[in-house]
Nanobody
Framework: VQLQASGGGLVQAGGSLSLSCAASGRSFGTYNMGWFRQAPGKGREFVLA????????YYADSVKGRFSISRDNAKNTVYLQMNSLKPGDTAVYYC????????????????????WGQGTQVTVSS
């Protein structure tokens, strides 16, 4: 599967932004999907994940209550809705896909994910 993230941009603190990740290839509905981010000079950080059918979602504590993840398997797309953005959310955001099973603990492991998109920049100004 190939992943293409989009929707990044510049937003003021407190604002909202919605990212999309479109997948090409077959059987998108069989992949668990995740969003990660990487700020300048830092390692890649887990943000959220959603299971293949949308039945389970997992969040990093830093974004709980502000970010949400959803998917539309008919459109081969996963979404990241970001509200109440903070300057600390500034990063390149990556979507990722895996057919491996994910659970609350393992969804945060970047090594669990087999396919990665190219990333989209999100910049939050203060």
């Amino acid at each position: 599967v190939q992943l293409q993230a989009s929707g990044g941009g510049l937003v003021q603190a407190g604002g909202s932004l919605s990212l999309s990740c479109a997948a090409s290839g077959r059987s998108f509905g069989t992949y668990n999907m995740g969003w990660f981010r990487q700020a300048p000079g830092k390692g890649r950080e887990f943000v959220l994940a959603i299971t293949w059918g949308g039945g389970s979602t997992y969040y990093a504590d830093s974004v709980k209550g502000r970010f949400s993840i959803s998917r539309d398997n008919a459109k081969n797309t996963v979404y990241l809705q970001m509200n109440s953005l903070k300057p600390g959310d500034t990063a390149v955001y990556y979507c990722a896909a895996t057919r491996l099973s994910i659970q609350r603990a393992t969804a945060t492991w970047s090594s669990k994910y087999e396919y990665w998109g190219q990333g989209t920049q999100v910049t939050v100004s203060s």
